[in-house]
């Protein structure tokens, strides 16, 4: 599958931003879908994950409660609602989707990337 994230930009701290993450060339909900996001100088971390459905989502501690990840398995699109934003939010953001259709916050599991999209929150 193909992924292709936008939605990236600038937003102060406490400001909202919302990412989405296309995905084309395969049977979308076979996979599950995640949010990654990689800092300047730093490895690149977990955000979220969505299970096939929907109906399952895991989430890093740090994003815990103030970020949301969705999917639209009619136009095979995945979300990530970011509020509440920090400085620290600051990050070149990736979707990934996994071989398989269950939410999972294992970065070796994802075989399907989209080429980043970057976010800045400005204090």
């Known amino acids: 599958v193909q992924l292709q994230a936008s939605g990236g930009g600038l937003v102060q701290a406490g400001g909202s931003l919302t990412l989405s993450c296309a995905a084309s060339?395969?049977?979308?909900?076979?996979?599950?879908m995640g949010w990654f996001r990689q800092a300047a100088g730093k490895d690149r971390e977990f955000v979220a994950s969505?299970?096939?459905?929907?109906?399952?989502?895991f989430y890093a501690d740090s994003v815990k409660g103030r970020f949301t990840i969705s999917r639209n398995n009619v136009d095979n699109i995945a979300y990530l609602k970011m509020t509440a934003m920090k400085p620290e939010d600051t990050a070149v953001y990736y979707c990934a989707a996994p071989q398989g259709s269950s939410a999972t916050m294992n970065t070796y599991e994802y075989d399907s990337w989209g080429q980043g999209t970057q976010v800045t929150v400005s204090s």
């Open positions: 969505v299970n096939w459905s929907g109906q399952i989502t």
């Open positions: 060339g395969g049977t979308f909900t076979t996979h599950a």
